[in-house]
């Protein structure tokens, strides 16, 4: 048994420790051009691999498009994050083309399809086209809030939907190549550009 002294209880409480920040940003090429992420000291750095014609950054288990707009990869979002932690470009090269050779009904996969992958922006236009799309009579929409309300979310809706429109053209990206999303039936409509 130790013996304790009084002395022990008018000792100083030890010194908190001193977090070091260890992140530090790197430029990567990924979405067309150039990106900054960031890493720490401790993590591999990040390096580029190809898999079926397709180029990738990858860090930290996650993959990063290095083509633009409209370039097909396993993610419509162009980012795709995998549980692998390796330095070995053959071995993650290996785990993505499992990844898109997987069955894609549980999610585990793409089932050997890859995809065209958009900017956010342009995933959330085309999602509010077909929105539209399946709601046709406004006049039924967000009426719980009255007609005002009703109208000025409506007014929102276009305005951010006709400037994500003349962003894909001023960007290059022609809305009619983007096609609609998933589980949508029926005619997708055809956009004109609006020189206005």
Not at 108 to 128: A, D, E, F, I, T
Not at 148 to 165: G, V
Not at 173 to 183: A, M
């Amino acid at each position: 048994m130790q013996q304790l002294s009084m002395m022990d209880l008018l000792c100083p409480p030890p010194p908190t420790p001193v977090w070091v920040d260890t992140r530090r940003p790197v430029t990567i090429r990924a979405y067309g051009g150039e990106t900054e992420i960031t890493i720490c000291d401790f993590d591999h750095a990040p390096y580029e691999i190809e898999v079926r014609g397709i180029r990738a950054t990858v860090s930290k288990g996650c993959t990063y498009v290095i083509d633009g707009p409209g370039s097909l990869f396993w993610s419509d979002s162009g980012f795709r994050s995998f549980s692998i932690a390796s330095d070995d470009p053959a071995a993650f090269a290996a785990a993505v083309e499992r990844y898109i050779d997987a069955p894609s009904k549980d999610g585990s996969g793409c089932g050997g399809k890859l995809k065209r992958w958009w900017p956010m922006y342009v995933s959330q236009w085309r999602g509010n086209v077909a929105f539209e799309l399946r709601h046709l009579d406004r006049s039924k929409v967000w009426d719980q809030w009255g007609p005002e309300k009703q109208a000025e979310i409506w007014a929102r809706r276009d305005a951010e939907k006709d400037a994500a429109l003349a962003r894909m053209w001023a960007e290059g990206i022609d809305p009619n190549d983007v096609g609609p999303p998933s589980g949508i039936k029926g005619k997708w409509p055809r956009f004109e550009r609006n020189e206005a």
